[in-house]
């Protein structure tokens, strides 16, 4: 399986992706990590590790459509099978959308449907909820509203008190599931196990709940330990 990813920020997933990739000796190849922003340490991180880059400045096109055209043209001379979405944080064009439908997929550090947008983690700690986690989803015209392929949840300790630090703590929680989660999710994905059918995903054959399948931190590592055994 190609694919190509896109990034704006750390690229931190990008290089859980690859490190998996190797690892487990997956049968996904990164044709390209591709990004709108020319600082995004991620672009660093990519080239550092050998991988094919390319970046368009979002901040030089003068309109949505005009970033999204060039960028969808640049994408596509890589002939990726899927864009998988790892920190990329512009909104695409519903052309772009459709150019690459039912191939654009994409981590959201909330379980869908709650909290879609920015800021996540602040927003679950001041609901007071009692849990929170991540979503790997294909990407429709509606923004982190696409058929959701699974999630990972970590528990929220009952009455801790919000603050800047329990944040930064719960996002750290959230991404380390995040590294697992979408490794598992891409190993599905290359062994055509997923399908998407009007608005549901199905995995080997059999349809997904709403919220695809759901992972604790164990019952995930467990998971991918599995998929790394038959990969290997
Ligand atoms: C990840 O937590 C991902 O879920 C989130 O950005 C982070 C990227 O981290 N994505 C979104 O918020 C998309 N709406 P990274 O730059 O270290 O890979």
Redesign the pocket.
Known sequence: MRIAIL?S??????QAIAEAITSARLNIEIVAVCSDNPKAQ?IALARDIGLKTEVLDYQRANTREDFCNAFSSCIESYQPDYLIL????RILTASFINQFKSKII????SLLPKYKGLNTHRRALESGDSEHG?SVHLVTEVL?DGPIIAQAITPIQANIQFNEEQTQALEQK??AL?KVLYPLCLTWLANKRIAFHSGEVQLDGRKLPKTGMQYDEVSLKKAWEEERLKCN
């Open positions: 990034l920020g750390a690229g931190t997933t990008m991620g790892a920190g990329f944080m994409n981590i959201h550090p991540s982190d959230v991404k995040e």
